[in-house]
């Protein structure tokens, strides 16, 4: 089994649903992060959790939200999704600051 | 702030030798890591380098100037299964988060 795990792996939705990607993992690490993947643009960093109550915003925050359930659990909502969220989501996991991140699957969300 | 900037696209031949460049301007540099990505794939991680020189790492190599704000990923005897985007990445915010560059983009040919 993945050490970082994401559901769902592909998800369609239509503009103005809410959708939650969830992400949990086996790692024991305290941090946790939301990343999305567009091309041309890179990883960006959309918000991150040092703890269950520590949450950060990240460089793209505006139109989603994150709960921190657990140590092991991440969910990233978009509250109102639309088309230009259309992108490939990423979670991540560390064990501490300057250390290596590790990845779940990915979560392709496309909003038509 | 921080700008991160690698070439996007880079084509090599099996068996060969290709090296990535990377620079980058941070404020406060914390080191810089070099992740791989294969096509919708979860990026892995390969290297990180906080101190300058090269360290070694079977066929991949990682090399980083702090004076020149330069990194540079250097892969040997070439594989088809090599051919994926790699990405330089340098820790911000106090060195609690990474902020990625766009990758680049490698493809090995026979």
């Known amino acids: 089994d993945a050490d970082v795990t994401q559901t769902p792996r592909n998800r369609i939705t239509k503009t103005g649903k809410r959708i939650m990607l969830e992400c949990s993992q086996t790692?024991?690490?305290?941090?946790m992060y939301w990343y999305r993947q567009d091309p041309g643009l890179g990883l960006r960093l959309i918000y991150y959790?040092?703890?269950?109550?520590?949450?950060n915003k990240g460089e793209i925050s505006d139109g989603y939200s994150v709960s921190r359930q657990a140590q092991a659990k991440f969910s990233l909502s978009l509250e109102s999704a639309i088309p230009n969220q259309t992108a490939l989501y990423f979670c991540?996991?560390?064990?501490?600051?300057?250390?290596?991140?590790?990845f779940g699957q990915g979560t392709r969300l496309t909003v038509v | 702030g921080q700008n991160i900037d690698q070439p996007t696209e880079m084509t090599a031949t099996e068996g060969a030798i290709v090296q990535i460049n990377c620079t980058y301007q941070t404020s406060g540099f914390n080191g810089l890591f070099w992740y791989q990505q294969h096509a919708g794939e979860a990026p892995t991680f390969l290297s990180y380098n906080v101190l300058d020189g090269l360290e070694e790492k079977g066929r991949f190599s990682s090399f980083l100037s702090r004076s020149k704000g330069y990194s540079y990923l250097l892969l040997k005897e070439l594989q088809m299964k090599d051919s994926a985007s790699y990405l330089c990445?340098?820790?911000?915010?106090?060195?609690?988060?990474?902020?990625f560059g766009t990758g680049t983009q490698l493809k090995v040919e026979l």
């Open positions: 991540a996991t560390s064990d501490g600051q300057l250390t290596e991140a590790f």
């Open positions: 790692k024991g690490h305290d941090r």
């Open positions: 990445a340098v820790p911000t915010g106090g060195g609690n988060k990474l902020t």
């Open positions: 959790s040092f703890d269950v109550k520590d949450i």
